[in-house]
């Protein structure tokens, strides 16, 4: 345990050093590759302005998104009226489709509970 302990702190003494080194110049490289995003200058009222322009923005998309989840319901519907066709294949794939879906879901709870399987925190 204790080897492991000091084989942790010698990596993250290694990272550290390594951020303190390259973290700066990543840091204003990215700033520059992205200097057409920045708001100069920053000003509440600029950054007000900006966050009235996301939230219309978004609201003026609703209709597009309410359009394109009809049609997503229409081709599931189809995809529902064409289901006595389906081959054991398809229904394979449907099946192992739903069965990552619910691995995914439970790593997420797990992950939200702290690595643990019973839900208590020992």
């Known amino acids: 345990m204790v080897s492991k302990l000091s084989q942790l ?3 993250a003494t290694q ?3 390594f951020l303190a ?3 700066p ?3 204003k490289k990215l700033l520059d590759n992205n200097k057409r995003y920045i708001q100069d ?3 509440i009222e600029s950054c007000q302005l ?3 322009q996301l939230f219309f923005t978004r609201l003026a998309s609703i209709p597009s998104r309410y359009d394109a989840f009809w049609k997503e319901l229409d081709s599931l ?5 064409m289901r006595k066709q389906f081959s054991t294949e398809d229904y394979g794939i449907a099946a192992l489709f739903w ?3 619910y691995l995914w879901y439970y790593a997420g709870e797990v992950i939200g509970r702290g690595y643990t399987f019973t839900g208590y925190y020992v």
């Open 41 to 43: 200058p920053p000003t």
């Open 77 to 81: 519907k189809e995809v529902w009226k």
């Open 99 to 101: 069965v990552e879906c």
């Open 50 to 52: 900006l966050s009235k």
């Open 21 to 23: 080194k390259n973290g």
């Open 15 to 17: 990272a550290t050093k």
């Open 25 to 27: 110049v990543y840091y």
């Open 9 to 11: 702190q010698s990596t």
